[in-house]
């Protein structure tokens, strides 16, 4: 019986340090991202996904990259040479990866399946501060449904 005691108080000691040197939380829910655009496309031409909600706790800019998009692109633009994880996308034309940056520069990124919400090509490659990530569902040439920048003054990167 001690010896089972022993090892359950070990096991939750293991279990409090892991939890404390874990890095902190920026709040980072990629499903609420993924949900709140892929519901905007289902809901069709017309529909708008606003971002501001959604995403890492403070974030201030928003990047979009598109099917192989090169690593040093995507660092040029975002003003970082490491911090976030590009899922491949410089050889894949599958999905479309996210980057959230904070005052801070700290980074978040995820990948988003282009067969449920696809980016428009002028939607991709645009720094968007918070208040302008704002996108609206459209058709492209091909017919498809895609999600386009509300606001194209939203710079491109250079």
């Not at 289902?42 to 090169?70: H, K």
């Not at 980016?119 to 999600?147: K, M």
Request: proline share 6%; hydrophobic share 40%.
């Amino acid at each position: 019986m001690t010896g089972r005691l022993l090892r359950g108080v070990a096991y939750a000691v293991t279990a409090l340090c892991a939890a404390c040197s874990a890095p902190p939380s920026t709040g980072f829910e990629a499903e609420a991202v993924d949900s709140l655009l892929a519901n905007a496309v289902r809901r069709g031409a017309g529909a708008r996904a606003i971002l501001d909600s959604v995403g890492p706790t403070g974030w201030e800019f928003f990047y979009v990259f598109g099917p192989y998009t090169a690593v040093d692109a995507m660092r040029r633009c975002i003003s970082e040479s490491h911090g976030f994880e590009t899922y491949g996308v410089e050889r894949r034309e599958d999905i479309d990866v996210l980057v959230f940056k904070t005052p801070r520069g700290q980074l978040s990124s995820m990948q988003i399946p282009r067969s449920s919400a696809p980016f428009g090509e002028d939607a991709l490659t645009r720094r968007y501060p918070r208040n302008a990530a704002h996108f609206v569902v459209r058709r492209n040439r091909s017919g498809q449904l895609e999600l386009a920048p509300a606001d194209t003054s939203v710079p491109r990167c250079s």
